[in-house]
């Protein structure tokens, strides 16, 4: 290495002279006696072989108020960065031990993400030369001879550069660690989402779905729930916007569905709740598409109500479609008064499916920017002719379609096929018991009259009633049938007085219907009484109902005679209550039933004899 002041041209250390160079902006004084000003302090290692550089260098910048570390040759260098970890580097490309492109590469090794710009110290003038300098980790070059003010200009833009730098870190860390903690909310809210929003019943053996693994948090919700009194009911729905908004609004619909579902209540008493309970807690603009599907397998019956989703169909056992479009608003639109729960009633045959779906199925997009649409889901279903089971008609058509597609994060499909009753005696097993202990022994008695008996059931009330009981809880279908029975008794042939043998031809089920709704219209002065009764016993417990109508009532001793062959107040309802309950007996003109109902402690279930 030269001397500090050798006019070689091909020094790596090429100050000539303390005084200015021609042209500097403070002519007559020393670079070593004006003191630079406005440069933030700074730590910066200088290396260089020589000493006079050095001190030159070190005497500049200690002026301007940095404090300045010093090493002898690349390998020092290094060791003074792993210990001192200054700010900027200026390094000597040519030093003994280890020279400045292989320090510069260790230093920025150990720099890590921070910016630590490093700035040779070089006479080169060499491209090649060059650019190995900055391949090997190198952010510029201060030429010899040194010029001030073009090094408070460079260690000034270098260091808003890292400023620059360790603000966009910091910005990406507090992100990243915003990320990670929304990341943990969202899966503690799915998990307690979980809890409430069940599956339910969706496995089933008639249930096939596809939802997406975080369905809650696009949108989407699917719920399925057996009723007591037979069948299930099931809600689709899409809440408009994304993530947890949407899961907040999925909560309230889960507790009301599978709470009144569980309970009894029919699909319009279930919309309305739900839809009132949007209506107050969503913000203008937030609302569910949905569809709610009740399905009686006994009575091979459909009711479906569609506010929003695309078109329905129920696919027959020969193929043929019917489609079920949206006929009302999305839930949580409309106030109370305003508010339509009509559904549509559908007779049905074992082997007929239900599709329905959210329109994230017609809005799959390929990577054209296609959607997949209503053209295609329909031609998918043409497949259903060759054998193809409409819901993977729909599925297939739908994957094959979007498969070189962006990723799809809201396709929710649904199918259902009516089956018997007898095929699906477990799916009421999915319920969900009260923790609650419950009385044992008790009475209460429940009037429903006049224009009450018209738009109110009490069933639901009656059921919880008896659901308080935990042995009864497990048998929520059989008691849910049991009173279901006698109160249709009452109020049908009891009260409005139809005889049932209209129901058995698909005209006479029509003209029963259409005389029940008229005659609801003058039940004025009628009343309905129910009074339960429970005690335990040693073998479990004992359930006593008594139903009363203000009806006629009918002769029942010729249906107890065997003579079923007219009775006004009898038919297969009062079969099955004969061969559900203990017994049953008929006082004064046989409009007073009363039956005894048995239920045993079952092993495993937690029911214990007490006493």
Not at 574 to 599: A, D, M, P
Request: overall charge negative; charged content about 25%.
């Amino acid at each position: 290495m030269s001397a500090a002041f050798s006019p070689s041209p091909t020094s790596s250390s090429c100050l000539r002279s303390t005084e200015p160079p021609s042209g500097s902006l403070f002519p007559g004084s020393s670079v070593l006696e004006q003191p630079l000003s406005g440069t933030p302090a700074l730590r910066i290692l200088i290396a260089d072989d020589s000493d006079s550089d050095r001190l030159i260098l070190k005497k500049l910048l200690s002026r301007e108020g940095h404090e300045v570390l010093e090493a002898r040759d690349g390998l020092q260098a290094v060791e003074r960065f792993r210990e001192a970890r200054p700010q900027l580097v200026l390094l000597d490309v040519m030093m003994p031990r280890l020279d400045g492109m292989e320090a510069a590469r260790e230093i920025k090794a150990l720099a890590g993400e921070t910016l630590v710009p490093v700035i040779f110290l070089t006479s080169l003038s060499d491209a090649d030369a060059l650019a190995q300098c900055l391949e090997s980790g190198g952010d510029d070059f201060l030429s010899k001879p040194y010029n001030r003010v073009i090094i408070r200009a460079k260690i000034n833009a270098f260091n808003r550069m890292r400023m620059m730098h360790q603000t966009l870190s910091e910005q990406r860390d507090l992100i990243h660690e915003h990320n990670r903690t929304l990341l943990e909310e969202q899966n503690v809210a799915k998990r307690v989402f979980d809890n409430v929003a069940h599956t339910g019943c969706l496995d089933a053996p008639n249930i096939r779905y596809h939802a997406s693994p975080l369905s809650i948090f696009n949108g989407d919700v699917l719920f399925a729930c057996p009723r007591p009194a037979g069948g299930m009911q099931i809600l689709i729905g899409d809440f408009t916007g994304h993530g947890l908004p949407a899961a907040i609004g999925a909560m309230p619909v889960a507790e009301i569905f599978y709470g009144m579902t569980s309970k009894g209540f029919g699909c319009e008493d279930v919309l309305r709740e739900i839809n009132q309970k949007l209506k107050r807690i969503l913000p203008t603009g937030m609302f569910c598409c949905a569809a709610l599907i009740q399905a009686d397998f006994h009575h091979n019956q459909l009711r479906v109500w569609n506010g929003g989703l695309p078109d329905g169909f129920l696919v027959r056992r020969n193929g043929k479609r019917i489609a079920l479009p949206s006929t009302h608003l999305p839930l949580g639109v409309l106030e109370p008064a305003q508010f339509s729960s009509a559904v549509d009633v559908i007779q049905t045959e074992p082997g007929d499916i239900l599709l329905m779906m959210t329109d994230g199925v017609l809005e799959a997009e390929n990577a054209a920017g296609e959607f997949y649409g209503e053209r295609r889901l329909l031609k998918s279903l043409e497949r259903v002719a060759t054998g193809l089971h409409p819901f993977d008609a729909v599925m297939a058509g739908a994957i094959g379609f979007i498969e070189s597609g962006p990723e799809q994060d809201d396709l929710t499909l649904l199918s259902l096929e009516m089956v018997g009753g007898a095929q699906l005696a477990d799916v009421a097993g999915h319920q969900l018991q009260s923790a609650l202990q419950g009385p044992e022994n008790w009475r209460c008695e429940y009037v429903i009259s006049d224009h009450t008996l018209a738009h109110f059931s009490p069933l639901p009330l009656l059921l919880h009633i008896c659901m308080e009981v935990p042995g009864l809880r497990r048998r929520s279908g059989e008691v849910y049938t049991l009173l279901s029975e006698l109160y249709t008794n009452a109020l049908e042939h009891g009260v409005l007085a139809l005889p049932s043998d209209w129901k058995n031809s698909p005209e006479g089920f029509g003209r029963y219907y259409a005389e029940k709704e008229r005659r609801l219209n003058d039940v004025s002065g009628h009343r309905i009484r129910f009074t339960l009764e429970h005690r335990q016993t040693g073998f479990g417990g004992e359930l006593r109902v008594s139903c009363e109508d203000t009806g006629p009532g009918f002769d029942f001793r010729r249906y107890l005679a065997g003579d079923e062959r007219k009775p006004r107040y009898a038919g297969r309802g009062l079969t099955l209550l004969r061969q559900l309950s203990h017994s049953l007996t008929f006082h004064k003109q046989g409009n007073h039933v009363e039956i005894v109902y048995h239920w045993r402690f079952s092993e495993g279930s937690g029911e214990l004899p007490r006493g």
